[in-house]
């Protein structure tokens, strides 16, 4: 286990992503770029500096330490120039008031077990374990794969969140050492997809087919998104195309904008901006609930929430 891979967050508790209580750790990286991801620290695979002004001091240690020299003086306060900074990490290191701090860090897979495994209790008495979560995992498959099989080695469960965009070998590098693939179908157009997302729906489509004939507990994920896929036409397409493919299980995750906020620390616009004001999660529960008859008509069992 001695490879490394970069994270860049573990939630423990969880119990939306898998069965019984898991452990998620988030790997840092990820193909796609979502315009509704609610985590935009997880699509570089690069670490990357987080600036919050409002947790700014103004005691100037960041500025003395950078060494690209973009942190400046100014009337008042400091000046940060973007464009200049390396993401080499200094400036964090010396901010004790959290204005600036790193997303993501380099682990080895036997310290990502280890911090998993500490919570062992919670897995045995709930049939739970650990879940990957990005990010997209297996964009580190060598990591992934690592972190898998020593996990599993323990007798305990493991769960992969994918998205599924990574060349077929990324898969079968894991593949032996999963118990619950939770993979998302976002949108059943792929000119609609590669719009919102990057990427068209062929290799995905392609892994998921090859999936199911080696692998029996894949879930279909589908992140709900007023605007790109949250018509009934469209989420009956893709529960159309998930019962076509033999799934059982649909997992239909609402749209939330908790993470828009983050966009703006790392420099960045919030690409959803552009639809306007998304109706609140409450709504759009509802509306996943008038369908879910009709969802479930297919032989698909339903889920809401995650
Ligand atoms: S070190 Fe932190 S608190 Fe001090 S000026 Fe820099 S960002 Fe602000
Ligand atoms: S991460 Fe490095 S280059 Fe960027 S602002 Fe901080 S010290 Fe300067």
Redesign the pocket.
Known sequence: MACRGIVFNIQRHSIHDGPGIRTILFLKGCPLSCWWCSNPESQSFARE?SFKPDACIACGA?AG???????TKEDGGFS?DRA?????????EVCYAGG?T?EGREMSAQEAVEEVFRDEPFFRRSGGGLTLGGGEPLAQPEFAGAVLRGFKAKGLSTAVETAGHVPWENFTRVIPHVDYFLFDIKHTDPRKHKRFTGADTCLIQENLEKLLRLHSGVTARVPVIPGFNGSGEELLAIADRAAALGLKEIDFLPYHGYGSGKYALLGRAYPLKTFGSPPPTAEIVEGIERLKPAVEKRGLKVRIGG
């Open positions: 500096l960041c330490a950078c060494p690209a020299r973009a942190i940060f200049a900074c390396t993401s080499c990490g200094a400036c964090a600036r790193m």
